[in-house]
């Protein structure tokens, strides 16, 4: 069936190191993905998204790369900091119509002092 | 602070049990989603709502029911409870306009525990 999933469950990184959180997904048909970064106790917060028109997409800090040919999506952190510290969650666009977004599993990324 | 709020914060209830979460979304959003997040499941798409009607359904049970008033609040019902309806409902709103309207913005969520 229809899945959004990561390859890695944890990372820890040191701190100023840039961190890669990566998403597979499956429906070939998704046409928008977005990230989200959710910390202890809070709802989800969105940071970046892409369209499947796009293969990179650039933000403060961030940077998304979409790979179509492989479903592949990925999150760039650059210079991560303490405050990084979250759960990262890939969701996928499912329809056309309304917003059916499919959410994959979340990688919680760990920042080391 | 997103501008999504939700009530209550928490919410403890008996198996059988019916309970209404309430989420008031931003200023100005139509739209209105509901997610529940447990530990086996991960976030999961229950509902969408835009301007009081309903537009996209994803895993909602049928014990679950959901509406959006005109003053776009919205209202998730949950009855009969068990004890895997236990988890994190979030509610978030997304703003109108072709450029914005998949950036969902969440609300602080209710966790709700069934005994």
């Known amino acids: 069936g229809e899945s959004v999933g990561l390859h890695l469950p944890t990372l820890s990184v040191q701190e100023g190191d840039n961190s890669i959180i990566n998403c597979a997904y499956s429906n070939s048909a998704s046409d928008y993905f977005i990230w989200y970064k959710q910390e202890s106790g809070k709802g989800p917060q969105f940071i970046i998204d892409i369209r499947s028109n796009m293969d990179k997409r650039q933000g403060q800090r961030v940077t998304v790369l979409l790979n179509k040919t492989v479903k592949h999506l990925s999150l760039q952190i650059a210079a991560t900091q303490p405050g990084d510290s979250a759960v990262y969650f890939c969701a996928e666009k499912k329809s056309n119509y309304g917003q059916n977004f499919v959410f994959g599993p979340g990688t919680r990324l760990s920042v080391l002092p | 602070d997103s501008g999504v709020t939700q009530t209550p914060k928490h919410l403890i209830t008996a198996t059988g049990q019916r309970v209404t979460l309430r989420c008031s979304p931003r200023?100005?959003?139509?739209?209105v989603y509901w997610y529940q997040q447990s530990l086996d499941q991960g976030l999961q798409f229950l509902i969408q709502?835009?301007?009081?009607?309903?537009?996209a359904k994803g895993n909602i049970l049928e014990r679950f029911s959901a509406q959006q008033f005109p003053d776009l609040h919205s209202e998730l019902n949950l009855s009969s409870l068990e004890l895997g309806d236990s988890a994190l409902y979030f509610c978030?709103?997304?703003?109108?306009?072709?450029?914005?309207?998949?950036?969902?913005?969440f609300g602080p969520g209710t966790r709700l525990t069934v005994t």
């Open positions: 978030a709103s997304s703003p109108t306009g072709s450029g914005r309207r998949y950036e969902q913005y």
């Open positions: 200023s100005g959003d139509l739209s």
């Open positions: 709502y835009y301007n009081g009607e309903e537009r």
